[in-house]
């Protein structure tokens, strides 16, 4: 007998296991690679600025912060689902969570582009 | 030896208590944890557990020891024994009937959602669906399961959503179903599973593993599952 839900990310427990892996691959390689500049680079304005001048960088920070959302998504949705038993609260946290992740995606947009 | 029991007779007792019990092991011997609670009972009959083969077989008494579960009459006491002291409760996570009786009727009906038992709608013939030795061997380490519940109740995913999470026994042997080459319902069978709660509530902790007695390894078939079910969709 198929569980019903319709608050979590793709309706379906194998999508969302995906967006989950896949999602972490993205931020593992992002970490890696901030660190791998930090290292390599005398870290200064000038070279920060250089960085996100560049078209490829602030798409792979856009995917990131994308990646970041939906993994942060089935991740709450996981915990919320496993601790908060009555329906209004969880609503209410999980609503919550939503919020603050879409501000950081339009937010994330705003600074990477200079709008 | 000092033995701590659970005891709850919802008859009598408005809370569970627990009941300490000095129990003596003859020097050099080593006994079951099911030969104790026979010394147990033969000294306060009201105590209650359920057994049947006493040769883990049946799968009646599974049970916590020392926060542990498992089988009592294979479990040997000095397996188990921390501090010369043990500690019996009943399976974590069910309602409890009586002493280290519980109701398993949740543990039962996950076991029911997965259909349990061969779906094949083709005439059948005349003596039996025949299975290559290769096909049988498929079904290794699936089949054996007896559903004494220790490894469900181990499963903190089990304790959380009961009703929605199928737990590891129900899973071992909806892919033990999954994988019989006789079988011709797979999909349907997959798209009963394809839900963000019936196996994907595995967090894969493996204490299932770990508390098996039959050893068994439910998180290597609900790996298989979800292998199915990514083939299935992508």
Request: glycine content about 6%.
């Amino acid at each position: 007998m198929a569980v019903d839900s319709v608050t979590n990310l793709g309706r379906s427990g194998v999508y969302d296991w995906m967006v989950q892996r896949v999602s972490a691959y993205v931020l593992a390689l992002y970490t890696l690679f901030l660190f791998g500049f930090m290292l390599t680079t005398d870290v200064d304005y000038e070279a920060w600025a250089g960085l996100f001048s560049q078209t490829w960088f602030r798409m792979f920070s856009l995917g990131t912060l994308l990646a970041l959302g939906g993994h942060a998504w089935v991740g709450l949705w996981t915990v919320s689902t496993d601790y908060i038993k009555a329906t209004l609260p969880r609503f209410l946290v999980q609503a919550a969570c939503g919020t603050v992740m879409f501000v950081y995606v339009v937010w994330g947009i705003q600074i990477l582009w200079g709008l | 030896m000092l033995v701590s029991l659970y005891r709850y007779n919802p008859e009598t007792d408005s809370a569970p208590y627990m009941q300490d019990v000095e129990v003596e092991i003859p020097e050099g011997r080593d006994l079951m944890v099911l030969d104790v609670l026979s010394m147990l009972k033969e000294r306060d009959p009201s105590v209650a557990y359920r057994r049947s083969c006493r040769e883990g077989v049946c799968g009646s008494d599974g049970m916590n020891m020392n926060g542990r579960n498992g089988l009592a009459c294979i479990t040997p006491v000095s397996d188990v024994l921390k501090n010369n002291k043990l500690v019996l409760r009943p399976l974590p996570g069910l309602p409890v009937i009586r002493d280290l009786v519980v109701d398993m009727n949740i543990f039962y009906r996950q076991y029911e959602s997965i259909k349990p038992y061969l779906i094949n709608n083709s005439p059948e013939p005349a003596i039996e669906r025949l299975q290559s030795p290769e096909d049988r061997e498929k079904l290794d380490g699936l089949y054996e399961c007896i559903l004494c519940a220790c490894c469900s109740t181990a499963c903190p995913s089990f304790w959380w959503n009961p009703d929605k999470f199928v737990g590891p026994a129900g899973l071992l042997q909806a892919y033990r179903f999954l994988a019989d080459s006789r079988d011709t319902a797979q999909d349907e069978r997959l798209s009963d599973l394809d839900d963000p709660f019936s196996v994907f509530r595995c967090r894969g902790i493996m204490n299932c593993v770990s508390v098996c007695p039959k050893g068994l390894n439910p998180t290597r078939a609900i790996g298989h599952i979800r292998n199915l079910l990514l083939q299935r969709a992508t």
